[in-house]
């Protein structure tokens, strides 16, 4: 006579629902839109490189930018990353408070930064149908731009969230992975700065 076989119940009832960094799938998920975008950043930065190799003379019948306007905005990134280590740790504490205060003020850099963003456009000094150069410069602008708004939408929606309610536990891992993003689209700036304000002056 057989005997039936034993079935093992493994209990996970009382594990958390959600975790923070690489136990988190929205972790995975951010950091796979990173490598995807980086990549996209790369590409426009090799084209520039590229066109104003076989270009006679660069910029093409332009002045380099107003480095005014780039670097007022390049500090007011760089100075968005203490707001925005301080959210990404109020999550991890899961500080729900201080997690929205913290929130709030990364979405008000971020405003400011697109009013500038929006100033830095008419300071480039060449339009982006005029040549080879004005559609990279616009190209690099407009694809680190998008970043922004996107990265702003989605703060802005995270915020709303946190303060109206229902509140989910999850939402805390949101603004954790909200705030890496941000740190990569500071990083993503530092390059472009470089070559749309540097390099036509090298």
């Known amino acids: ?7 093992r119940v ?4 009382l594990l958390p629902s959600y975790g923070f960094g690489q ?7 951010t950091i796979g839109l990173m490598l995807i975008e980086g990549t996209a950043f790369a590409l ?6 590229y ?11 332009a002045v380099p930018p107003d480095l005014r306007w780039g670097t007022l905005n390049t500090l007011v990134l760089l100075a968005s990353l203490w707001p925005n ?12 408070a201080s997690a929205r205060l913290w929130l709030g003020v990364c979405l008000g850099f971020a405003l400011v930064f697109l009013v500038v963003r929006a100033i830095e456009f008419t300071a480039l000094n060449v339009s982006w149908h005029a040549n080879a150069y ?6 690099l602008m407009g694809l680190h731009t998008t970043h922004l708004v996107t990265d702003t939408i989605d703060s802005a929606v995270l915020g709303a969230l946190l303060v109206s309610g229902p509140f989910e536990a999850k939402r805390f891992v949101d603004v954790s992975e909200n705030a890496l993003y941000w740190y990569f689209v500071v990083a993503s700036w530092l ?9 036509p002056r090298m």
């Open 44 to 49: 426009g930065i090799g084209m520039y490189f």
């Open 85 to 96: 280590w301080c959210a990404q740790r109020a999550a991890q504490r899961e500080d729900l």
């Open 134 to 139: 004005g559609s990279t410069v616009w190209l």
């Open 10 to 13: 493994l209990d996970v009832s």
């Open 23 to 29: 136990r988190s799938l929205m972790w995975w998920s």
């Open 51 to 61: 066109l104003r190799g076989v270009a006679q003379a660069w910029p093409i019948e």
């Open 1 to 7: 006579m057989t005997r039936p076989q034993e079935v």
């Open 191 to 199: 390059p472009i700065y470089a070559v749309v304000y540097l390099a």
